[in-house]
């Protein structure tokens, strides 16, 4: 199998669907169909994935993705969900979503955007030395986390490669759709909104004032840009 996936999702003609596509692309399934039953399978065992409906009996699903993220801020996380308005995706990307996928949708590119997310989770991480120093900051890419002092603050998928990717380009300026192009992956059609929402979590982390960034500028009109004075850059001899 590819990986073991939690579906949780109410309907049930929906949740077939996606089960046998999702079989027949090598994946193991587990449904819960309410909010219970999500929460006590979040908790009972480590997953690869989770796919996340919204409008769930016996829970909400933005409680649900507050509770996933607080116990595992690297678990990738796809919200798939009939709302589908611009409030409600920013909302689900902003509570830790890696990607958010609006009801209805193609069984392909639902298969096809589980498969490229869990590349992204299961791929090679850099070597150990390739750490990022900016400030009295130290990104570690191989933890997916940032580290001042004793403290430890985890990213997610989605988060830890969008920070190293600004991170290795100091001082050039990408705009969004480059930016979903080179993170999330090539000819990926997300929602632009997408890198905002996935900016303003990593200033939450990152930014001693995310409302007066000093590290991921914003470039109006055009996009960010990673702020290169100060920035130690990549620690240790590469491979």
């Known amino acids: 199998m590819n990986g073991q996936l939690l579906l949780v999702e109410d309907d049930p003609a929906i949740a077939d ?13 587990h449904r819960e169909a309410d909010g219970p039953g999500a929460m006590r399978a979040i908790d009972r065992r480590a997953w690869d994935l989770v796919l996340l409906d919204l409008t769930l009996p016996g829970g909400d699903g933005w409680d649900i993705c507050r509770h996933l ?5 690297r678990l990738p996380l796809i919200i798939v969900s009939a709302r589908s308005s611009e409030a409600h995706r920013v909302l689900g990307l902003e509570l830790g ?27 090679q991480p850099p070597p150990p030395h390739a750490a990022l120093h900016f400030g009295r900051l130290r990104f570690d ?8 002092g004793d403290t430890h603050t985890p990213l997610t998928l989605r988060e830890s490669d969008l920070l190293g990717f ?3 380009h100091p001082g ?19 929602y632009e909104h997408t890198v905002n929402s996935h900016i303003n979590r990593l200033r939450q982390k990152i930014e001693a004032d995310p409302q007066e960034p000093r590290w991921i500028q914003t470039v109006w009109g055009v996009g960010y840009r990673f702020e290169a004075a100060g920035a130690a850059g990549v620690t240790g001899a590469r491979p």
Do not use: I
């Not at 890419?141 to 940032?146: D, F, K, L, N, S």
């Not at 050039?172 to 997300?190: I, M, N, P, T, Y």
């Open 141 to 148: 890419p191989q933890r997916r986390e940032v580290v001042q």
């Open 166 to 168: 600004l991170a290795r």
């Open 172 to 190: 050039q300026v990408f705009s969004r759709a480059e930016l979903l192009d080179q993170v999330w992956g090539h000819g990926f059609e997300g």
């Open 69 to 73: 993220r607080q116990r595992d801020a």
């Open 97 to 123: 979503a890696d990607d958010y996928l609006a009801k209805p949708f193609s069984m392909l590119e639902l298969v096809a955007r589980v498969r490229a997310l869990l590349r992204r989770a299961q791929r």
């Open 17 to 29: 669907m996606v089960q046998l596509h999702l079989g027949e692309a090598g994946f193991a399934v």
